[in-house]
């Protein structure tokens, strides 16, 4: 087996024992158990567990950017009403933290850890920036649209781990609450928009 396929597996593993037991009861020898690769190559992929930890979420994170990136185009569909795009991009990243539990579940687990902001934190920062800088020209001068897109973030990791976690369903009408949860705590900040029409 390759390097590289040794790396993944491993990086699968990782998900997978993060996603069952939390990142403090996360060891080496479960990861190796859910890999089924030895222990001694996790030390050939990665410098230490911290690493194995922050490659893991490094995975993680650039499919999530890919994501929000891919169906970024929505915004500009001028013949929807704003909100109506707002709706259809939140949707379309909504579905994608559904599709996969235990990535998900991963996910939460590093980015509210130590782990994260010792780690990982600019490396996140860096790599949504383009992100951040299409979503500008739909807010205000005085926005901070990090400090904004984290927030949406926030929410909807919030709600969608309940989802994951049996506490809420998982069907439209919840995640359209959701949606307007954090659409009205924004809607503010937003060029030109009133979000009058929201309540149409």
Not at 24 to 31: D, I, L
Not at 58 to 76: G, I, K, N, P, W
């Amino acid at each position: 087996m390759k390097q590289e396929e040794m790396r993944q597996k491993l990086i699968d593993g990782t998900i997978q024992v993060v996603a069952k037991d939390g990142l403090g009861e996360t060891t080496t020898k479960k990861v190796r158990l859910a890999s089924s690769i030895n222990e001694a190559y996790i030390y050939r992929c990665f410098k230490n567990k911290e690493d194995m930890f922050a490659k893991t979420f490094t995975y993680l994170d650039e499919e999530l950017f890919a994501q929000t990136m891919e169906h970024f185009d929505v915004m500009s569909l001028t013949d929807m009403a704003f909100v109506d795009r707002c709706r259809t991009y939140f949707f379309k990243v909504w579905s994608f933290l559904l599709s996969g539990r235990d990535k998900c579940l991963a996910y939460v687990q590093y980015f509210y850890s130590p782990y994260f902001v010792k780690c990982s934190a600019e490396e996140h920062k860096k790599r949504f920036k383009p992100l951040v800088d299409r979503f500008r020209e739909a807010f205000k001068d005085e926005a901070d649209v990090w400090m904004i897109l984290n927030h949406i973030m926030n929410v909807m990791l919030d709600f969608v781990v309940k989802v994951h976690n049996g506490q809420m369903t998982r069907d439209d009408s919840y995640a359209e609450h959701v949606f307007r949860v954090i659409y009205v705590s924004v809607k503010q900040y937003f060029v030109g928009d009133s979000g009058n029409e929201f309540f149409e």
